[in-house]
């Protein structure tokens, strides 16, 4: 049985992990793989970990990185960054890693999900959108962190993607990425109700009222935080933290 699951997800720069504001202004907030061992400790349901910098620079995939997270990570892990081809992601699976998350490459050419699923399975393969909403209400997708848009409808790639076999769509709002006053629900539940594939929020989340609201109006779905789980308090103090079983219960739903 499929239950909602809190992703913990941790931008990696420059070997850093960094907290950004709308996709600027990263902030360091410590070394990815104490972030790891700490979130292992507090028995995380996932860990999403994407460097920011490799698609940008037109890199490879950090292997050794990858490696050595894997290694530590006793939870599911889902890496993204610089991935283009089937060959870096059995590369990437056959380090450790449960999921592979793709943006810009998956975008330009679907047929990738074919190559990626005819050597590890489509359930692995996750493609993360993110989006932008204009004066008119119209949200767009951009790449490339937020400065290349795509003219694409985001409802036509939804089904584009799905069409495709992906095996989990991430949708990250650029809006409200780092604002902490709560994901984009009207989004979530709009796109929801569209799509059969697992669906994971990203983007948003300032308490866990936010997550308890997202998983109530949405039933089976990923809740996925970056500042929610790095800082603490209103001066934004870095703390990597995560709910105890209680807490997680109580925003799952998980005794009602």
């Keep these: 049985m499929l239950f909602p699951r809190i992703i913990p997800c941790l931008l990696v720069h ?21 972030a790891v061992k700490i979130f292992n400790e507090k028995e995380a349901d996932e860990l999403m970990v994407l460097d920011i910098d490799a698609t940008v620079k037109g890199k490879e995939p ?27 992601a059995a590369r990437i699976f056959s380090l ?11 975008i330009t050419n679907p047929n ?10 489509a359930q692995s393969v996750v493609a993360v959108l993110d989006v932008k909403k204009n004066l008119f209400g119209k949200y767009s997708i951009y790449t490339h ?21 992906v095996g ?11 604002v902490m006053k709560g994901y984009d629900f009207a989004l979530a539940k709009k796109i929801k109700a569209s799509i059969k594939v697992p669906l994971t929020i990203l983007g948003g989340a300032g308490t866990l009222e936010d997550i308890k609201q997202l998983v109530d109006e ?15 308090g209103k001066y934004k103090a870095v703390l990597i933290n995560y709910p105890n ?3 997680k219960a109580k925003v799952l739903n998980i005794f009602a």
């Design 112 to 121: 990738l999900v074919d190559d990626i699923s005819n050597k590890v399975g």
């Design 245 to 247: 079983a209680l807490e």
């Design 14 to 34: 420059n070997n850093g992990l960094v907290k950004t504001v709308k996709f600027k202004s990263g902030k360091y907030v410590g070394d990815p793989i104490n």
């Design 145 to 165: 962190n937020g400065t290349k848009k795509i003219d694409i409808d985001l409802f036509d790639m939804l089904e584009r993607l799905e069409s495709s076999g």
């Design 168 to 178: 989990e769509i991430v949708i990250n709002s650029i809006d409200h990425d780092g």
């Design 96 to 106: 450790g890693v449960e999921k592979i998350a793709m943006s810009s490459a998956i």
């Design 218 to 232: 949405n039933g089976i779905i990923g809740a996925c935080a970056g500042s929610l789980f790095v800082f603490k």
């Design 62 to 88: 950090n292997y050794g990185m990858i490696e050595n997270l894997a290694a530590e990570c006793r939870m599911p892990l889902c890496y993204g960054g610089g991935i283009v081809n089937a060959e870096q």
